[in-house]
């Protein structure tokens, strides 16, 4: 294994490797660094398989089930194959430059945040490409390669420094910003964790090898081969004294004549494949920092720890990548080509599903969607996370890996994916270019078939539903959700009409408290019926009672008599059209129309819990 | 004339061609439209759920509207009902307005209530006037009949809406007339479209739209003019639907205001999306003389 320590160029690797067991340099044999290099990039090679083979072979929402895996895989191929071929390859070069190399879905969004990913992508990918891959890539491509010089030195460092950056950006606005509805769950934590750790401990590092007297002599002993105890000094005093070293052999003010001896020794020895220290300048700044303890962590083996934290944190980061928030650097790109290049009118079915699949992992869950949903009042009063956009995408994540959900789940997230005004505002925010209207469309109608009864089916949010999703759906599937709910919240209106349904005589005040303040004015009905005979519903039908249950005038008188249960669950309030003839109508100025708008309140509350 | 437009939901998902063609109209008539992005849902179809949920979606749109100095120019006839209804209720339920504005605190938004809520056709009518419209007629409908929808959730309930009279309504009337064409009296012509109950009641819905749309035929009308998403999805898309499914079905096709009035300003077809209806509007040209 040749990655880190093979090549004779990389020599403060090298040295650092010499001391340590795990990593030691030992010829042709691998060592304990070698086995975990390996382990964590097979666990992340397979998983990345595992979870791509997902898009192929799970669904959600009510797919074809003959739909088997080879098929979505063969049209996925097509597709590609196609788009090769075809002028269409240039939306895929425009995605690549717009959306994925300059990002211009998130600068669309918010500034800050575009400027904080932009210097944690590139910091992270220079840091992948020069630092990390530099046996395979760096060495291979610029022949004058040394960690230790300029650019590479410089740019290490200026690398971590930019992740670190962004990622303080990040812990800004997840735990201190107040941006409305913005939800940091485990991954989110996870995500700033892991590349915190990584950059600290590199930067870490690289602070206490600036000052560390161990590493010195090291490299004194390794690449200059001094034995002149006088050189070594003089070349320690200028260590000390310009490069952050902390020694405790000698200590400023130093003489001039040794400090000219040292930078000789400097120039001949070390400045050959060894910029300044100050060249790394938040490992400078940070060797500053620490500079009164520095000697203390030297001897207690900070080196050592730091390192084992560096390297077990990057492993650790790969293996689990494709399971974390993380894989979304793989999979966001994809979706941001497959959002320019396919037309979801004209894409087939298989592409469709496969590619739905895809966009639950592209999604980071920053809660762009969440912050412009327009049902995002509806959650602060309903108090359901699961109608947010993005908490709707963990949950959905969680669902098609197979994870059976409780019925209180279930009825919880059929709510959230309701209470929705397909609006579209989260799939034009979507920094990750994800279809989350489609999405919805797609799951909504899974859920409902598999939800326990939901009072929102019976409000306007289901307009979208019986103009567009009707088209596609199979008259049953159509109808089913429907009479559900409305066998839930409604179905107790045969109860209600039964001449042997007995009416509490001692109907206590309480139930019309169940109305709003102010909402008493039925006390001013005198029968009149007025709303009752402009009522288009009541009109619609020959005999208007056994299929509405109580006729308006009736929920007023009912409501009069304290029987605000009984109102509540005559059939009438779900079949108003709330076209306000009743209460324009009346001549008492009864407000008939939000009392039966107070009705459904009161029986959603009631069927909600 | 400046404004907060409030295309509300439906219109970007389903119905661009209506903010298009109000935008062009706008464009004639100088009046600037700017879309706070911060709109979100007017409340309306949560009114069937919860009343605080409806309000407080309501008022976010109405302080956002206030904070950028603006009164709205709403599309929308059922957003336009909900609108004006959430400000009624918070101006009369001073503990009401405290809770929502505790909400509305966190999005750093406050609602006082000094935002004027506007429907396209009230701006139009009121704030334009038909006087100062009718110069701009380059072209005009002959032979054309026409009937206007008027809307419930616009019209009633009256105290709340302040939209027109509600028994003898006219300003859709006469903003129809001055495109040349008839604006026909027809017997359902305040009634419910049916569209509240669409997904939820589809025959019910159905029935509401076919006598409508059969009063309007009656009364000789060419074309139905809509001024609201939902009326207008119903008798486009629903009636398409409808009219798929039952034999014999001769569709009477709708048309959104902003077309209707666009088409004589002079702007283009394209420009005003009379493709985007479902139900074929290519034939009114051929009523419009220059």
């Not at chain 1, 940091?184 to 892991?194: E, L, Q, R, V």
């Not at chain 1, 070594?232 to 200590?251: C, F, R, T």
């Not at chain 1, 494709?322 to 396919?342: D, E, G, Q, W, Y």
């Not at chain 1, 912050?371 to 709707?392: D, F, H, Q, R, T």
Request: proline share 5%; glycine share 6%; net charge negative.
């Amino acid at each position: 294994m040749k990655i880190l320590n093979a090549s004779p160029m990389t020599r403060t690797d090298n040295a650092i490797l010499t001391r340590f067991p795990i990593a030691k340099y030992t010829g042709d044999y691998w060592t304990m660094f070698d086995y975990l290099l390996y382990a964590s990039l097979i666990i992340f090679l397979l998983g990345s398989i595992y979870k791509a083979s997902n898009w192929f072979t799970k669904n959600i929402g009510p797919a074809d089930p003959d739909m088997a895996a080879a098929q979505r895989l063969k049209a996925a191929a097509g597709g590609m194959l196609k788009m090769i071929f075809s002028p269409k390859f240039l939306l895929v070069l425009k995605a690549i430059v717009i959306d994925v190399l300059l990002q211009g879905r998130v600068i669309k969004e918010d500034t800050g945040r575009w400027l904080a990913h932009m210097l944690i992508f590139y910091g992270f990918m220079l840091l992948l490409l020069m630092h990390a891959l530099d046996a395979v890539i760096t060495e291979a491509w610029f022949a004058d390669y040394y960690p230790t010089v300029n650019p590479y030195f410089f740019l290490r460092d200026l690398a971590g420094a930019m992740v670190l950056a962004g990622v303080a950006f990040a812990v800004l606005r997840r735990y201190l910003s107040k941006t409305p509805r913005l939800r940091t769950g485990a991954g989110d934590h996870y995500a700033i964790i892991i590349l915190a750790v990584i950059m600290l401990s590199g930067i870490g590092l690289i602070g206490l090898k600036i000052t560390s007297h161990s590493e010195f002599l090291l490299m004194v002993e390794d690449y200059a081969g001094l034995d002149d105890e006088e050189q070594i000094q003089a070349l320690e005093a200028v260590w000390v004294k310009d490069y952050g070293l902390v020694s405790p052999n000698v200590a400023p003010p130093f003489d001039e004549d040794l400090l000219a001896a040292g930078q000789e020794v400097n120039e001949d020895n070390c400045l050959v494949c060894h910029v300044s220290t100050q060249w790394a300048f938040s490992g400078y700044i940070l060797a500053k920092v620490i500079e009164p303890v520095a000697g203390a962590l030297d001897r207690a083996g900070g080196i050592d720890i730091l390192w084992y934290i560096h390297i077990i944190a990057c492993f650790a980061g790969l293996a689990y990548l494709p399971f974390s928030k993380m894989f979304h650097i793989l999979c966001t790109p994809i979706s941001l080509i497959a959002n320019r290049v396919m037309d979801p009118r004209y894409a087939s079915p298989a592409n469709t599903l496969t590619r739905q699949m895809l966009e639950l992992d592209a999604c980071t869950h920053c809660g762009s969607c969440s912050l412009n949903c327009s049902a995002g009042m509806i959650y602060e009063a309903v108090g359901n996370p699961l109608i947010l956009p993005s908490e709707k995408m963990s949950y959905l994540k969680q669902w098609v890996s197979g994870k059976n959900l409780t019925m209180a789940q279930l009825q919880a997230i059929g709510e959230g994916v309701y209470l929705c005004t397909n609006c579209d505002r989260c799939t034009v925010h979507c920094p990750s270019g994800i279809r989350l209207k489609e999405l919805w469309f797609n799951v909504r109608e899974a859920l409902l078939l598999k939800a326990p009864p939901l009072p929102a089916v019976l409000t306007p949010f289901s307009f979208a539903r019986g103009v567009v999703v009707k088209d596609y759906l199979k008259a049953d599937n159509y109808m089913l959700p429907i009479e559900k709910a409305a066998a839930n919240i409604a179905g107790q209106s045969a109860e209600v009409t039964a001449g042997e349904a007995a009416i509490p005589l001692n109907a206590t005040a309480d139930e019309s408290r169940q109305l709003g303040p102010g909402d008493n004015t039925f006390s001013h009905c005198f029968s009149c019926q007025s709303c009752t005979t402009v009522c288009p519903v009541v009109g619609n039908y020959e005999q208007p009672e056994p299929v509405l249950g109580l006729l308006p005038h009736q929920i007023m008188c009912a409501l009069g008599l304290g029987l605000t249960d009984m109102a509540s669950k005559a059939k009438m309030i779900w079949d108003c059209l709330t076209c306000y003839q009743c209460q324009e109508n009346c001549p008492q100025q009864v407000q008939v129309c939000d009392l039966l708008y107070q009705l459904k309140n009161v029986a959603v509350r009631q069927a909600r819990g | 004339m400046r404004f907060a437009l409030f295309q509300g939901c439906n219109i970007p998902a389903r119905l661009v061609q209506y903010a298009d063609a109000t935008r062009a109209v706008c464009r004639k008539l100088d009046i600037e439209l700017l879309e706070p992005d911060q709109f979100n849902c007017c409340g309306y179809p949560a009114r069937n759920l919860d009343q605080r949920a409806f309000v407080l979606s309501a008022a976010k749109n109405l302080a956002v509207a206030e904070k950028a100095g603006l009164d709205m120019l709403v599309m929308c006839k059922c957003c336009y009902g909900a609108l004006k209804k959430a400000a009624w209720v918070l101006g009369a339920d001073a503990d009401l307005k405290k809770d929502i504005n505790a909400v509305l605190a966190k999005e750093k938004l406050q609602y006082e209530g000094r935002v004027e809520i506007k429907h396209l056709l009230t701006v139009l009518h009121r704030d334009v006037g038909i006087d100062n419209l009718k110069p701009l007629m380059a072209k005009s409908f002959s032979g054309l009949q026409i009937a206007a929808s008027y809307g419930c959730h616009a019209l009633r309930p009256s105290n709340v809406t302040g939209f027109d009279d509600p028994v003898t309504p006219h300003i859709f009337d006469e903003l129809v007339e001055i495109t040349g064409a008839f604006s026909v009296e027809w017997a359902r012509k305040l009634d419910c479209c049916g569209a509240p109950l669409t997904g939820i009641n589809d025959r019910l819905a159905r029935e509401m739209a076919a006598k409508k749309i059969a009063s309007a035929r009656d009364a000789g009308a060419n074309y139905l003019c809509t001024a609201c998403p939902y009326s207008h999805i119903q008798f486009d898309w629903v009636q398409n639907q409808m009219a798929a499914e039952t034999a014999g079905w001769e569709p009477l096709a709708a048309i959104l205001y902003p077309q209707l009035l666009g088409l004589c300003m002079g702007i283009d077809e394209t420009t005003l999306g009379l493709s985007n209806n479902r139900l074929e509007l290519a034939d009114i040209s051929s009523f419009l003389m220059t």
